[in-house]
């Protein structure tokens, strides 16, 4: 307990090294993250658009669980040596699964009915693509974004392994910060995690189509 109540005071008195740390997190973890969704999500919902594709989403998603994040940069140490590029290939590689698996079944979990319906009133591939599934899925490709997003924040302490900074350097170096620092940037590891998962409920809400808001106000209500 009194480790957790000093690592308060290590906070301020070494407040610009976390804020540097910080950021420095914030990039490794951001940028492999943003190569993630550039990739997943077109790749996931073309595939869940032509309803083909769905062992190849499965199998990418499970070897992604399998795969510790340690293992990823002890093999990735051998290819590319040790740097910031190791980590920030470990990290696309574990936010990548769920991108990918949740845009596929977002998009190929839509009613087939609406989409039949809207292939009735004259649209094509690519506009009922556009106008109805995508709108349906969008909720649900954010949620895959949200949990690659937290995965990935929370597991960027590991790029310290590769040379590359953040915050797991005060973490894993409890010789030169203590049992104090070790825990205050633990805990600005949590707190990032969990402003990057409000903002993903935030734009949750704000991208669920208006008759679900409609029902939850309705549900409230009563």
Not at 71 to 81: D, N, Q
Not at 96 to 106: E, R, T, V
Not at 133 to 143: A, F, K, N, V
């Amino acid at each position: 307990m009194d480790v957790v109540v000093g690592a308060f005071p290590f906070m301020v008195a070494n407040l610009s090294l976390l804020l540097e740390k910080a950021g420095e997190h914030l990039l490794i973890s951001l940028i492999p993250l943003l190569a993630a969704i550039l990739i997943g999500v077109p790749v996931g919902v073309w595939l869940g658009h032509i309803h083909r594709g769905e062992f190849l989403a499965v199998s990418i998603t499970n070897i992604g669980r399998a795969l510790p994040s340690l293992a990823l940069i002890a093999i990735l140490i051998g290819m590319v040596g040790i740097g910031m590029l190791n980590a920030m290939i470990a990290l696309f590689l574990l936010a990548f699964p769920p991108i990918l698996s949740y845009a596929f079944q977002a998009v190929n979990s839509v009613d087939a009915d609406l989409t039949r319906a809207a292939r009735g009133m004259g649209l094509g591939s690519f506009q009922v693509l556009m106008k109805v599934e995508l709108p349906l899925g969008l909720p649900m490709i954010i949620s895959g974004i949200r949990t690659a997003a937290v995965l990935t924040v929370s597991s960027a302490t590991i790029a310290t392994i590769a040379g590359s900074g953040g915050l797991g350097d005060v973490i894993l170096n409890q010789v030169a910060y203590g049992m104090e620092g070790v825990v205050a940037a633990a805990l600005w590891v949590a707190v990032l995690a969990i402003l990057i998962d409000q903002f993903f409920v935030l734009l949750l809400t704000l991208a669920s189509p208006a008759g679900v808001k409609h029902l939850r106000r309705a549900s409230v209500a009563v």
